[in-house]
C-alpha cells in the first residue's frame, strides 16, 4: 500500500471530456488536505477542440523534488468514445497513449460509457483496473453531462480511501457551484456518490480489499496555495507596484493579461490588450516614461516582433519588464510545447548595442520573488528587463505555503526618480547626465521645474540628438556603465547545490533547477557525485562571480531544453572554459532521467553534447490544427 | 540633491518665449529653409501660449523624420522611438497620466505606411491625444522617397502598382471612428493655430491633417499649389454630422479642392480614469493577500 506518494495523470479530449476542470478540483482538494501537487507538464493542442489533452499531477506528503518521470501511478482516461483517429479503438486514445507508463500494479480507472476496453495486457501487470461508465450515469441517471467529471472525481477518491465523509468535495463544490444553486450543488455531490459506489462494487466483485494506493489528508496550520507560474510572476508585478501591464494574446502568455485585466485595477492600474505586439510594448514604454511601473508579457514570436523596441527602452532609458514565457520555436513553432530557445534573442536581439539585465526564474516562488527584484532593477538602471519563464513553469503549478508571498515586505525602490523639490528650476536639469555609475537622475513628466528630451537616437546629456563623436562615446560609456554598476551591486552569483571541487558540474538555467536536483540525487544513488550550478542572473552575464565557481569543477554539464545549448555558449564565451552539454528540444519536458542518462553518457564517452529524449512515436495519430 | 525650499505650483506666465527655453535654438534647426513645418512649430506654439498650457505639463511624441524633430525645437518634456509609433507610446503615457498634454507628432509617412496599424485602432480607442501629421507628400529625412500621400492632385494615368494614388487621410480617420478630424495648412499658421487650440480642447482623440509643403522633394505640392486649391470649410457645415463631414469630403473632391478646419468632431461619451500609480508612496499598502485566498 503506498500512501500520500503517487502520479496521477487526467487524460481525454480538449474542451469537451474537462481534463483541466478535473485536476484543478483534485489540485485544489489536495491541497487543502495538505498534501503537496506539482504539476508542471500540460499536455494540450493547438488546437481549440477534439485533440488529445492529458495533465499529470504529482502528489506527495513532502514537497517533490521535481515532476520526475513519465511513469505513472494512476491513468485516469476520461475519454468515452475517442480521437476520430482512433475510432476502431473507441475509449482508447488515452489509454493507448499513456498505459505504457503505468506502473506494475498501478490503476486504471476509465469512462465506460462506450462499452468496454480489452486491457489484459495492463492486468497481466498487475493494473487493477476500473471501468466507470461515468457519462451514462450523469445523462441518464441525473440528467446534467457535465456532471460525468464528479463522476469520475468521486471515484477517484473511493481508489484512494480518500475522503470517505465527502468534506473535502462538498466544501469545494459548494464554493464553485453555491451561485448557480442548491440543485446543481446537490447533482454534483451526487454524481460523486454515484462514481463512489462504481467503484466500491467493483472491488467488492474483485475481491479486491483495495486499489494499493491511499491519500490520507494531513492538515496543516500553515495556509498553502495551489498557484502557477504565471499566476505567481502577475502577484509579483503587483506587489512590486507594477500599474500598467499590456499584452497581446499568445499562448501561454495570455494568462498574464487575464490576470492582469482582472486584477490590476483593484490596485489602481490598469491593463491594455494591444491591437499588436508593438503597439503592447510601445504603450507599456509610454506609460513607463509617464512614471509608472510598466511591464509586456509575451512569447517567442512576439517577443521577435518587440525587438525594435528593445533598443528604444535602452537607448532612451524608460524602464519596462519584458515577461517571456518561452515556448517551442522558431517561428510559430510548437505554440502548446516548452523549451529554453529565447536566451538568444533576450541578450542579443536588437540592433546596435543595447544595455539590459536577463534573469530567469526557476520555481513558482522564484517567479514571485524575482519579479520583485526585476521591477527595482528596471527601476535602477532605467533599462529592458527581460523575464525569461517557459510553458512548464508558467502553466505548471504547484502547491506553495502562502507565507512565500506574505512573510516579506516588499520594498519598492524608485531612488533614481527626481522629484519637483530636487530640481532647482533653473534648466539645469540633465535626464542623462554623465554619472559615475552611469545612473541618471530620471524625471516624470508633468513634474514642475524640468522637463525631459528622450531619444531613440544617439543624444547629449539633455536629451537632444548628437552625432558628435566625444557625445557618442561619452553616452555609449555611460549607458554601459550602468551594466558595470549591475554586476558590481546587484548581480547574484548562481546557486549551488552540493560541491563543485574536482567534481563535475550540472550548469542550468531557469525551469530546469528541480530537474537537475533530482538528477544529482539519482546520479548520487548510482555512485557519481555531481554539483549542481543553477543561474537566475544570466545577463550581463556574472563572470567575477561565476567563474571561480565553475572553474573548480573537473567537467560543466550544461543541461538545457534547447538544441545548441545556448547558455552553455554563453559560459563558454565570458568564462572561457569549455562546456559540455545535455540538450532536449522534443517538446517534452526535460526529465530527471533524461539527464542522468545524458551525464552519465558524457562522464563515460567524453562526448560534448547529448541531444537526449528519443521516445516513441505516439500510438494514436495526434490530430491538431496549424 | 534636495533644494532647501520646497518650490509649489506657481502658475507660469505663459508667453510665446516660455516654448523656446529648453529647446534647440533656432539657428540650430535642422530643417530646410522654408519647410511647412516651420508653420507647424509656430502655430503649435501660439495654440499653447493661447491655452496657457505649462511646457512642465506636455509631452510631445514625435515621429520617425523631418516631422519628429519638432519636439526639439520646442520646450516641453519629448520623446521619440520607432518609426509607425509614436501614437502607441502617446496612448500608453496618456492611459499613465491624463494630466498631461499628450501631442504626437508625425509624418504622412510615419502615420499612414508603417504606423497605420497604431493610427486605425488609436482612433478607436479615442484617447485624449492630439495627432498632427505633417503631411507633405514624400520621405524628406530619406531624400524625396513617395510617401502615402504623394502624387495629391496629379493626373490618374500616372498612377500604378509601384506608385499608387494618394492616400486619403481624413477619410481614414472619418471610417476608423475619430471623434476629431481637421486640417490646416501650415502656410496659414495662425489659422492652423486655431484648429490645434480647438484640436488640444477637444476630449478624444484629435486627428489634425496639416499641409506641411517639402521645398526640397515636392516640387509638385507646393506652397502656391495649396494656396490655389485650399478652401475653408464652410461655416454652415455641421461638424457633428458625420453624413455631413463624409458630403463635405466628397464635394471637395469633387471640386479638386481641399478643405481647410474642423470637418467631423462628436463628442464620444467618455469614462473618464485618474493618474496611475507612481511615486512609491501610492503604491504602499498593496495587499494581494484577497488574491492569494482565490488560489487556495
Known amino acids: ?626 | 540633491m534636495t533644494d532647501a525650499t520646497t518650490p509649489s505650483r506657481v502658475s507660469q506666465k505663459i508667453s510665446a518665449k516660455v516654448w523656446e527655453e529648453n529647446a534647440v535654438p533656432r539657428h540650430r534647426i535642422q530643417w530646410c529653409p522654408g519647410c511647412g513645418d516651420f508653420g507647424v512649430l509656430a502655430g503649435l506654439k501660439m495654440a499653447l501660449t493661447k491655452l496657457e498650457v505649462t511646457p512642465y505639463e506636455v509631452l510631445l511624441i514625435g515621429g520617425i523624420g523631418c516631422s519628429g524633430q519638432i519636439r526639439n525645437y520646442l520646450n516641453g518634456n519629448g520623446f521619440h522611438g520607432t518609426h509607425g509609433g509614436a501614437l502607441a507610446y502617446a496612448l500608453g503615457a496618456k492611459m499613465a497620466n491624463p494630466g498631461l498634454t499628450v501631442i504626437a507628432l508625425a509624418g504622412d509617412g510615419d502615420t499612414f505606411a508603417i504606423g497605420v496599424e497604431n493610427f486605425v485602432h488609436v482612433c478607436r480607442r479615442d484617447p485624449a491625444v492630439v495627432l498632427i501629421i505633417m503631411d507633405n507628400g514624400v520621405y524628406g529625412l530619406t531624400k524625396g522617397q513617395h510617401s502615402p500621400t504623394h502624387g495629391r492632385g496629379m493626373d490618374i494615368r500616372e498612377w500604378s502598382e509601384e506608385a499608387p494614388p494618394p492616400f486619403a487621410p481624413l477619410r481614414l480617420a472619418l471610417t476608423a471612428g475619430a471623434t476629431f478630424v481637421a486640417q490646416s495648412f501650415s502656410g496659414d499658421p495662425r489659422h492652423a493655430a486655431e484648429i490645434y487650440a480647438q484640436a488640444l480642447q477637444h476630449p478624444g482623440f484629435a486627428v489634425v491633417n496639416d499641409f506641411s509643403p517639402c521645398v526640397t522633394y515636392n516640387k509638385f505640392n507646393t506652397y502656391d499649389w495649396y494656396r490655389e486649391r485650399v478652401e475653408d470649410v464652410p461655416a454652415s457645415h455641421d461638424p457633428s454630422d458625420f453624413q455631413a463631414a463624409w458630403e463635405l469630403l466628397n464635394d471637395f473632391d469633387r471640386r479638386g479642392r481641399l478643405p481647410l478646419g474642423v470637418v467631423y468632431r462628436h463628442p464620444r461619451p467618455k469614462k473618464a480614469h485618474g493618474r496611475l500609480p507612481i511615486w512609491p508612496e501610492e503604491l504602499q499598502g498593496a495587499d494581494i493577500r484577497p488574491l492569494l485566498q482565490m488560489m487556495r
Open chain 1, 1 to 626: 500500500m503506498t500512501v500520500n506518494r503517487l502520479k496521477i495523470l487526467v487524460g481525454g479530449v480538449q474542451l469537451r471530456d474537462g481534463v483541466v476542470t478535473v485536476t484543478d478540483i483534485l489540485g485544489r482538494i489536495f491541497t487543502r488536505a495538505g498534501l503537496h501537487v506539482l504539476a508542471m507538464e500540460r499536455g494540450y493542442a493547438s488546437t481549440i477542440y477534439g485533440a488529445h489533452q492529458f495533465d499529470p499531477l504529482v502528489v506527495s506528503e513532502e514537497p517533490p523534488v521535481s515532476w520526475g518521470d513519465p511513469r505513472l501511478d494512476i491513468l485516469v482516461a476520461l475519454d468515452y468514445d475517442s480521437n476520430p483517429d482512433a475510432r476502431e479503438q473507441p475509449n482508447r486514445d488515452t489509454i493507448l497513449r499513456h498505459g505504457r507508463y503505468l506502473v506494475d500494479g498501478g490503476v486504471l480507472l476509465y469512462d465506460s460509457s462506450t462499452g468496454e476496453v480489452p486491457v489484459e495486457p495492463l492486468e497481466r501487470r498487475g493494473i487493477k483496473v476500473f471501468p466507470v461508465p461515468a457519462r451514462t450515469i450523469a445523462r441518464d441517471e441525473l440528467k446534467l453531462d457535465v456532471v460525468k467529471n464528479m463522476v469520475a472525481v468521486g471515484a477517484l477518491f473511493r481508489v484512494l480511501e480518500f475522503d470517505q465523509d465527502g468534506t473535502w468535495l462538498r466544501q469545494l463544490v459548494e464554493e464553485r457551484f453555491a451561485r448557480k444553486g442548491a440543485q446543481v450543488v446537490d447533482l454534483n455531490l451526487r454524481a460523486a456518490r454515484r462514481g463512489r459506489e462504481v467503484v466500491e462494487s467493483i472491488l467488492a466483485a474483485r475481491g479486491w480489499p483495495g486499489s494499493g494506493y491511499r491519500l490520507q489528508p494531513r492538515p496543516s496550520a500553515e495556509p498553502r496555495v495551489l498557484i502557477s507560474g504565471n499566476e505567481a510572476l502577475s502577484l509579483g508585478a503587483i506587489a512590486a507596484g507594477c500599474r500598467f501591464y499590456a499584452g497581446y494574446p499568445i499562448t501561454p502568455a495570455s494568462a498574464i493579461l487575464e490576470f492582469m485585466e482582472e486584477h490590476l485595477p483593484r490596485f489602481g492600474g490598469r491593463a491594455l490588450q494591444g491591437q499588436n505586439e508593438r503597439e503592447s510594448i510601445r504603450a507599456a514604454i509610454g506609460a513607463a516614461l509617464a512614471g509608472v511601473r510598466s511591464m509586456v508579457g509575451t512569447s517567442g514570436p512576439g517577443l521577435s516582433l518587440k525587438v525594435e523596441e528593445f533598443g528604444v527602452a535602452g537607448m532612451t532609458e524608460v524602464p519596462v519588464v519584458i515577461v517571456d514565457t518561452q515556448r517551442a520555436g522558431p517561428s510559430t513553432g510548437m505554440p502548446t510545447k516548452s523549451e529554453q530557445g529565447d536566451l538568444y534573442l533576450s541578450i542579443f536581439g536588437g540592433h546596435g548595442e543595447i544595455p539590459r539585465i536577463v534573469l530567469a526564474p526557476a520555481t513558482q516562488e522564484e517567479c514571485y520573488t524575482l519579479m520583485i527584484e526585476a521591477h527595482n532593477l528596471a527601476d535602477k538602471y532605467q533599462c529592458p528587463v527581460f523575464f525569461l519563464t517557459d510553458l512548464n513553469l508558467s502553466e505548471g503549478r504547484k502547491t506553495v505555503p502562502e507565507a512565500v508571498f506574505t512573510q516579506h515586505p516588499v520594498t519598492i525602490d524608485r531612488s533614481t526618480l527626481v522629484r519637483e523639490a530636487d530640481l532647482r528650476r533653473d534648466g539645469a536639469y540633465r535626464r542623462f547626465a554623465l554619472t559615475p555609475t552611469g545612473i541618471s537622475p530620471r524625471l516624470v513628466p508633468g513634474t514642475v521645474g524640468g522637463v525631459l528630451k528622450a531619444s531613440g537616437s544617439e543624444h547629449d546629456e539633455r536629451g537632444f540628438v548628437s552625432t558628435d563623436p566625444a557625445v557618442r562615446k561619452a553616452m555609449m560609456e555611460k549607458r554601459a556603465r550602468k551594466m558595470e554598476t549591475f554586476l558590481r551591486e546587484d548581480a547574484r552569483p548562481p546557486r549551488v547545490v552540493g560541491s563543485v571541487d574536482g567534481r563535475p558540474a550540472l550548469v542550468g538555467w531557469g525551469s530546469t533547477l528541480p530537474v537537475l536536483l533530482e538528477a544529482q540525487q539519482r546520479l548520487r544513488q548510482r555512485g557519481v557525485e555531481v554539483a549542481v550550478v543553477h543561474f537566475s542572473y544570466l545577463w550581463p552575464f556574472p563572470a567575477a562571480l561565476a567563474k571561480p565557481v565553475l572553474e573548480r569543477a573537473s567537467v560543466l554539464i550544461a543541461v538545457e531544453q534547447n538544441f545548441t545549448g545556448q547558455f552553455a555558449d554563453v559560459i563558454q564565451a565570458c568564462c572561457l572554459l569549455p562546456v559540455r552539454r545535455v540538450v532536449k528540444y522534443n517538446g517534452l519536458p526535460l526529465y530527471p532521467a533524461d539527464v542522468v542518462g545524458g551525464v552519465e553518457h558524457i562522464l563515460h564517452t567524453g562526448e560534448s553534447h547529448v541531444r537526449i529524449g528519443t521516445e516513441a512515436p505516439a500510438p494514436v495519430k495526434v490530430s491538431e490544427g496549424g
